[in-house]
């Protein structure tokens, strides 16, 4: 079946723009993760979300980041007024039920603000 | 907090030979998921190996295999037979029961 899927791929931006990264995660997969990985470093989480339970958004960096996801499906990541250390290579995974189980990642967007 | 340390920034192996990379974890928690993660030039995020804290026994995956020591909280990852594929940033991962928490990563290389 099809994996993770994230549009766009790639994304510039001017710093002040607001941008939404999209994941559409495996279908049946209840849970879903954001990461952001920037040059050289690890993944850092972002939020999760697990079935219609409310999102743990504790790795959100500032308030101007916020993520939605719609009928337990497809998600957006928005970046409000960008900065240019917001980025990164933004990730998106989804797996069943539980974070102890294998997480599938998604080719991820690369966001970069100028 | 949960912390996880990759103390090897880049290793590099020979085609053929074993090569292990080091990961030490820091939690108060007594049950809980690790895993190791391979990331190619391509950035797709592969799971390479998962081991259940409850289970003394270490996990295996074909050529790739752990020595996981929870008393010492470390939780290594040996890849036997190396191949040029292999080559890729590899991330140990903890999870309890909430987010995944990752290292920083270890960058392999492989040379023929």
């Known amino acids: 079946g099809a994996g993770v899927s994230q549009s766009p791929s790639n994304k510039v931006t001017e710093k002040g723009k607001d941008v939404e990264l999209r994941c559409d995660p495996i279908s049946g997969h209840t849970a879903l993760y954001w990461y952001r990985q920037s040059l050289g470093q690890g993944l850092e989480f972002l939020i999760y979300f697990q079935g219609n339970s409310a999102p743990d958004k504790s790795g959100l960096p500032s308030d101007r980041f916020s993520a939605e996801r719609t009928g337990g499906s497809v998600s957006t990541l928005t970046i409000q007024r960008t900065q240019q250390e917001d980025s990164a290579v933004y990730l998106c995974?989804?797996?069943?039920?539980?974070?102890?189980?294998?997480?599938?990642f998604g080719p991820g967007t690369r966001l970069t603000v100028l | 907090a949960q912390t996880v340390t990759q103390s090897q920034p880049e290793m590099s192996v020979q085609e053929a030979e074993t090569v292990t990379l080091s990961c030490t974890y820091d939690?108060?928690?007594?049950?809980?998921?690790l895993f190791w993660y391979k990331q190619p030039p391509s950035r797709q995020m592969i799971l390479v190996i998962r081991?259940?804290?409850?289970?003394?026994q270490n996990a295996t995956e074909n050529r790739f295999s752990v020595n996981f020591q929870k008393a010492a909280k470390s939780f290594s990852l040996k890849i036997s037979d190396s191949q040029l594929g292999d080559a890729a940033m590899y991330f140990c991962?903890?999870?309890?029961?909430?987010?995944?928490?990752f290292g920083t990563g270890t960058r392999l290389l492989v040379s023929p």
């Open positions: 081991q259940e804290a409850y289970k003394q």
């Open positions: 995974a989804s797996s069943f039920s539980g974070v102890y189980n294998e997480q599938f």
């Open positions: 991962a903890y999870s309890g029961f909430q987010k995944l928490v």
């Open positions: 939690t108060s928690e007594s049950d809980y998921y």
